[in-house]
């Protein structure tokens, strides 16, 4: 049974700082791993989708790596901004396309 | 294009009672998954629709059903509330069950 796990559970930092979110599952047989925003009270907002043969992807100030094989998943946020605050969850899925959730990392950005 | 809507946004409901949950997807999508997140927990999949039938089930039991529309909008239905049954539940949709999927807001429910 895939599980995962998000550390830290809780990230407090200034603006402008450059940062890592990690997250690490114990099934490395994925088909691919999503890294989704959610702001309070909000649905999810798909950030980057990295495919198993993938190692990592980026999309402007973002970027995701994946290391299959130890069952980790980075998400680098560079130049952090107020904007950037929300909570931060990554969800694997297996060959079934089922999505399995970590409880998510809560970033605030201080001005 | 109007994305993945839900309806309604908020509900409160007592114990006993039954909900219907509404969720209409993206234009073009075809696949509908639906999803309960406890408040500071990562959503849990309750169960997925695709060609209207159910393809994929997690871990919940029979008091939650569904049901996909010919248009592909879907219902989640739970009876027989229970407190702990309060929670957001989010729909969200993909164009088959390998592609990305997109959620909509959510529906926070909340038994009494």
């Known amino acids: 049974k895939q599980e995962v796990t998000q550390i830290p559970a809780a990230l407090s930092v200034p603006e402008g700082e450059n940062l890592v979110l990690n997250c690490s599952f114990t099934?490395?047989?994925?088909?691919?791993l999503q890294w989704f925003r959610q702001d309070p009270g909000k649905g999810l907002t798909s950030l980057l989708l990295?495919?198993?043969s993938q190692r990592e992807q980026t999309s402007g100030r973002l970027n995701a790596s994946l290391d299959k094989s130890s069952g980790r998943s980075t998400l680098y946020i560079a130049a952090s901004q107020p904007g950037d605050s929300a909570t931060y969850l990554c969800?694997?899925?297996?060959?079934?396309?089922?999505?399995?959730w970590g409880a998510g990392t809560k970033l605030i950005i201080k001005p | 294009d109007a994305g993945v809507t839900q309806s309604p946004t908020h509900l409160i409901k007592t114990r006993g009672q039954q909900v219907t949950l509404r969720c209409s997807p993206k234009?073009?999508?075809?696949?509908v998954s639906w999803y309960q997140q406890a408040l500071g927990q990562g959503p849990q999949f309750i169960f997925q629709?695709?060609?209207?039938?159910?393809?994929q089930r997690g871990n919940f039991p029979d008091r939650f059903s569904g049901h996909q529309f010919p248009n592909y909008s879907s219902e989640l239905n739970v009876n027989a509330l229970l407190l702990g049954d309060s929670a957001l539940y989010l729909c969200?949709?993909?164009?088959?069950?390998?592609?990305?999927?997109?959620f909509g807001p959510g529906t926070r429910l909340l038994v009494l």
């Open positions: 099934d490395s047989a994925i088909y691919n």
């Open positions: 234009s073009g999508h075809d696949t």
């Open positions: 969800a694997p899925s297996g060959s079934n396309y089922q999505l399995i």
């Open positions: 629709y695709y060609e209207e039938e159910e393809r």
């Open positions: 969200a949709s993909s164009f088959t069950v390998q592609e990305t999927q997109y």
């Open positions: 990295i495919q198993s």
